[in-house]
């Protein structure tokens, strides 16, 4: 179901989330999953993989065991796979509710889920109904959704002593602030809930809008199969293709937000780079999308998924430089850099040790390597710029 316009009948396997389309009940699915038939089945199959508990989440075990769920993919099923971030919802053959009864724009959910989750108390999952939405959400930190006066705000609970990747993420939203505005990236604040560091950042998507994350936005402009996306990893070529897809879509200024994505992820040092940084947004029943703004920031500034990495940033940094020169030096000069002003980030390296400073658990040449890492991606974004405005100007280069 889209909202209340059905689009396929399917049958999935919970344990894989393999899907496999039984009857297109809609006529036209180019607008949700792309206009190759051929691929439709991969696309819808990525489309409910994605929406459950990742694999590596650290406390996937304790909640599929506490609602007797056999897989991610099975849990997010028993729940009709709502979501805070499209419209996309599961109807068993047979059940009568809309989406004006089951959303979570229109109807409340369960807080006790996330109070649960975020306490480490499962045992009180057994009582939790699973019309909560982070049933839905991805991921691999213990996360939650708190809803106020205020609005809808996503809470990530710290996995490191002291909450130091915290400081890596709020590190990110600065950067991202300086460099691009606030419009183009999502707020994030270092907080405490249930007796735990965490972070909190608000819903970025209104009632009646919704996320195509990166895989699925390659699908509707015709790029599933493309070579040149990267499958995952950060390229050049991956880069360009993106730029293809905006513009497929109609996203305007598509090498720009290109452009201030590959740029975010050289400067943050962002090895793990969230397809929905790179995805799009539009109101449902317009076909007018714009680029998504930056959301997730989690792993940047020196904290990776894989946590023996940090280890290696202090006891080989010499390493650690070429491994960046190495990873990170994909950017193009052709892309649009209009928007690039370097003088934004004059002092940053300071920040950053600041931001450091308080994080008792690393070591005290943690912050100076990370620092000394950000000036030298600095540098190669300002020369990477300065040469696309150098042909601008008509000025030859090697």
């Not at 009582?127 to 909560?132: E, F, K, P, Q, Y």
């Not at 996360?143 to 990110?172: C, F, I, Q, S, T």
């Not at 996320?211 to 509707?220: I, K, S």
């Not at 397809?275 to 076909?287: L, M, P, Q, T, Y």
Request: overall charge negative.
């Amino acid at each position: 179901m889209h909202r209340d316009q059905e689009l396929v009948e399917f049958e999935v396997d919970p344990a894989t989330g393999k899907a496999r389309i039984v009857d297109e009940a809609s006529d036209d699915l180019d607008a949700f999953l792309g206009p190759n038939q051929e691929s439709r089945d991969q696309v819808l199959s990525e489309l409910i993989r994605g929406r459950a508990l990742s694999l590596m989440r650290k406390d996937k075990d304790d909640v599929l065991a506490a609602f007797g769920a056999k897989s991610p993919v099975d849990l997010a099923l028993m729940g009709h796979s709502l979501s805070l971030t499209d419209q996309f919802w599961y109807r068993a053959p047979g059940l009568s509710e809309r989406w004006k009864d089951v959303n979570f724009f229109d109807n409340g959910w369960d807080p006790g889920f996330g109070t649960a989750v975020l306490l480490g108390d499962y045992a009180r999952l057994a009582t939790c109904s699973l019309d909560a939405p982070e049933v839905t959400t991805p991921g691999h930190a213990v996360k939650a959704w708190e809803r106020n006066d205020n609005g809808v705000y996503l809470v990530k609970a710290a996995g490191y002593p002291d909450g130091a990747e915290l400081a890596g993420a709020k590190l990110g939203f600065e950067l991202c602030s300086l460099l691009f505005g606030e419009d183009c990236c999502v707020s994030l604040e270092v907080t405490e809930r249930c007796g735990r560091p965490c972070s909190i950042s608000p819903l970025m998507l209104h009632g009646n809008e919704e996320l195509a994350n990166g895989y699925r936005l390659y699908a509707m402009a015709d790029m599933w199969e493309s070579s040149r996306r990267g499958k995952g990893g950060i390229t050049a070529e991956a880069c360009d293709a993106l730029v293809d897809a905006y513009a497929a879509i109609g996203v305007a200024d598509a090498s720009a937000h290109v452009a201030k994505r590959a740029c975010f992820a050289c400067l943050s040092l962002l090895l793990d780079f969230n397809s929905g940084n790179f995805g799009a947004i539009r109101k449902v029943g317009s076909d007018v999308w714009r680029a998504a703004p930056i959301f997730d920031y989690d792993g940047a500034f020196g904290f990776p998924i894989n946590g023996a990495s940090i280890s290696y940033l202090y006891e080989n940094p010499a390493f650690v430089e070429l491994f960046c020169a190495h990873r990170f030096s994909f950017l193009r000069p052709s892309w649009d850099w209009s928007w690039y002003d370097a003088r934004a980030l004059d002092g940053f390296e300071d920040v950053i040790m600041q931001a450091y400073a308080s994080c008792q658990a690393l070591p005290p040449a943690f912050a100076e390597i990370i620092a000394r890492l950000f000036v030298m991606q600095r540098n190669y974004v300002s020369k990477t710029a300065s040469g696309q405005r150098g042909r601008d100007n008509g000025v030859g280069g090697v």
